[in-house]
């Protein structure tokens, strides 16, 4: 299978592991694509979650229930809804599940004990994800899943690529289920979906701290479904450009000519319906239906861009994707500080956290850039390497 590689010809083309066959991706070996999505997936991530680092869970799944004061926020609200919600963290999710099937071959190939060095360095994620957690004071981390979802990945990966699509696109339409499940049961009981849907006015009764186990288990699943799905794509050579251009450009118009007004569907439904609690599962169907085609969408375009004249977006945004661990958690630090620290007091809406992501998004593109022209790895990914491989890693080029 061919791969659109870096061909770097300088003093950073040494895998760094000095024969050992311990160590990490030579850059002379990179899919260039896979860093382009990623560095794309990780600055789109911000858009999704920033809402979150002021106004808390409620208000990332309910515009109505915070931040939406003027028509620009409401502009940015429902932008969000329909261009971003889950597509980034799809195609974050899409390339997990390469990245683990291309670790395993990687480490096979160097004579390394693939499964259980892929086992342990997924166990230290998963502490990873728990420190992100107590940071963020969620109810839940994206990295805790996949380092979850990266188990049934190993159970699965001698699957053929097409059992490996199919599994992962029944998982992720489990939850269609669960949320008909879900609204059932809210409506039945009149629930208030406190901590869900509305704000939380004292303690959370026990039915809504199970209707919010309930949502968590339905992201669970979309995520390993979508984890699943990656390693059958990279396999098949999709995301690495194997794929004629015609190809690409199907998936391209087909799964955002799709995709995106079954998004803006539910948007549009929950907003007739006043956002109201008895849409407030329901209302998620259509968007998570388009995931999938939108995900498969974005990743064509970037794909067919990345195969194009390189130019100093497309590099900055790859530095970006190699640093996608330290760009992910440094965002957090970075909202805890301005909204929960700076800004604690002050009010803030959609159209301000906008700013926010735009000047975050500056910052990461610059740093992303100027720190691998330095050091090999980002901080995250050096310490991440050197626990999995519990041995010093390079950091410096020569």
């Known amino acids: 299978m061919k791969r659109d590689i870096i ?25 260039t694509s896979l860093d382009l999505i990623r560095g794309a997936a990780v600055l789109g991530i911000l858009l999704m979650n920033a809402v979150s680092f002021k106004f808390g869970f409620v208000p990332y799944l309910n515009i109505s229930a915070g931040g939406s004061e003027t028509w620009l926020d409401w502009t940015v609200g429902v932008f969000g809804e329909i261009f971003i919600d889950q597509k980034f963290m799809g195609l974050f999710s899409l390339l997990f599940g390469a990245g683990v099937m291309l670790f395993i071959e990687r480490a096979a190939a160097r004579g390394g004990r693939a499964v259980l060095l892929n086992l342990w360095r997924n166990a230290l994620l ?16 994206v990295l805790m899943v996949y380092a979850v979802s990266s188990l049934f990945l190993v159970a699965m990966r001698k699957l053929s690529s097409k059992t490996l699509i199919a599994v992962g696109a029944v998982l992720f339409f489990v939850p269609v289920a669960n949320d008909l499940l879900l609204q059932s049961a809210a409506n039945s009981s009149d629930a208030a979906l406190a901590g869900i849907w509305t704000e939380p006015s004292g303690d959370i009764d026990d039915l809504d701290e ?49 995709g995106l007004p079954l998004a803006a569907v539910g948007v549009a439904f929950v907003a007739v319906n006043d956002f109201s609690n008895d849409v407030a599962f329901i209302g998620n169907i259509p968007n998570n239906l388009g995931t999938i085609p939108a995900s498969l969408g974005y990743m064509s375009l970037i794909v067919l ?47 301000g956290i906008l700013l926010f992501v735009l000047a975050v998004w500056a910052v990461q593109l610059w740093w992303s850039g100027a720190w691998l022209t330095r050091f090999r790895f980002g901080p995250a990914e050096w310490l991440w390497r050197v626990a999995t491989y519990r041995r010093r890693q390079p950091m410096r080029r020569a």
């Open 305 to 351: 861009w990345n195969q194009r004249p390189d130019n100093w977006l497309k590099r900055r945004l790859r530095s970006a994707g190699r640093m996608a661990l330290t760009n992910y958690l440094m965002q957090s630090v970075l909202g805890v500080l301005t909204f929960s620290v700076l800004l604690g007091d002050t009010q803030v809406n959609r159209a």
């Open 210 to 258: 199970l209707l919010g186990l309930g949502t968590l288990s339905g992201y669970f699943m979309r995520g390993l479904g979508m984890i699943i799905m990656g390693a059958g794509l990279y396999r098949l050579g999709f995301m690495s450009g194997d794929m004629p251009p015609s190809t690409y450009r199907r998936f391209a118009i087909g799964g955002i000519g799709i």
């Open 126 to 141: 998963l502490i990873i994800g728990f420190f992100h957690l107590l940071l963020r004071g969620g109810d839940g981390d």
């Open 7 to 31: 061909h770097n010809t300088g003093p950073g083309k040494s895998n760094g592991d000095g024969g050992s066959g311990s160590g990490p991706v030579a850059e002379s070996t990179r899919i």
